[in-house]
C-alpha cells in the first residue's frame, strides 16, 4: 500500500522499483498469451505508461501487482484487437490489389505501381517473408523453415511489414 501511495505521489524511484520487479513477470505473463515477443514488449511498455499516466487512479485495496496484470491483460487484448483489424485491412488492400491487376483499368495501374514500390522498400528479409505470406500463401512455419529462422522471427517480420504497408497505403487509397 505504500508503495502504491508513493507511486500516486510521483515518486519516480518507487515507480522504479515496480517496474524492475515486475517487468519480467509481465513480459513473460503476455507471451504466454499472445505468442508474439514484438506484442509482449509492447504490452509491457504501455502498461508501464498507462500505470504511470493514471497513477492517481491506482487503488489501495489491491495490490500493485494485480493492478499491473489487469492492466496488462487489457492492453494486450487492445493491442490484438488493433492487429487484427489491421491484418483484416491489409487483406482487403491485397485482394483489392488483385481485382485491379485483373480489371486493369489505366488509373489504377499507378496505384498498383505504389503498392508494389511500398513492398519492394521493405527490408530485404521482411519483403521475402511478405511475399512468401501473402502472395506464395506459405504457413510461418514453412516460412521459417525455409528461411532457416524462427516462426515467431517470421511473425514478427509480417506483423511489421502489414503495419508499414498499412500506415503508408492509407495515403494511397485515400481518394479512392
Known amino acids: 500500500m505504500q508503495m502504491i501511495q508513493q507511486i500516486q505521489s510521483g ?5 522504479e522499483k515496480v517496474y524492475q520487479q515486475y517487468h519480467s513477470k509481465l513480459y513473460y505473463y503476455v507471451l504466454r498469451h499472445c505468442h508474439s515477443t514484438y506484442l509482449s514488449e509492447e504490452t509491457v511498455q504501455l502498461t ?3 500505470m ?16 499491473l496484470f489487469r492492466i496488462a491483460r487489457s492492453t494486450m487484448i487492445d493491442l490484438l484487437r488493433k492487429e487484427r483489424t489491421a491484418n483484416r485491412y491489409l487483406l482487403h488492400a491485397v485482394d483489392d490489389i488483385s481485382d485491379i491487376q485483373e480489371a486493369g483499368p489505366t488509373d489504377y495501374k499507378e496505384d498498383l505501381k505504389q503498392v508494389e514500390a511500398l513492398i519492394e522498400d521493405l ?6 517473408v511478405f511475399k512468401l505470406s501473402r502472395f506464395d500463401e506459405l504457413s510461418h512455419k514453412e516460412i521459417a523453415e525455409q528461411l532457416s529462422i524462427s516462426p515467431k522471427t517470421v511473425e514478427n517480420h509480417i506483423g511489421r511489414a502489414i503495419r508499414h504497408l ?3 497505403m492509407v495515403f494511397i487509397f485515400w481518394f479512392l
Open 11 to 15: 515518486n519516480i524511484q518507487s515507480f
Open 52 to 67: 504511470w499516466e493514471n497513477r492517481k487512479d491506482l487503488s489501495l485495496q489491491y495490490d500493485i501487482a494485480i493492478q
Open 166 to 168: 498499412k500506415d503508408k
Open 48 to 50: 508501464f505508461i498507462k
Open 123 to 128: 527490408s530485404p528479409v521482411r519483403k521475402k
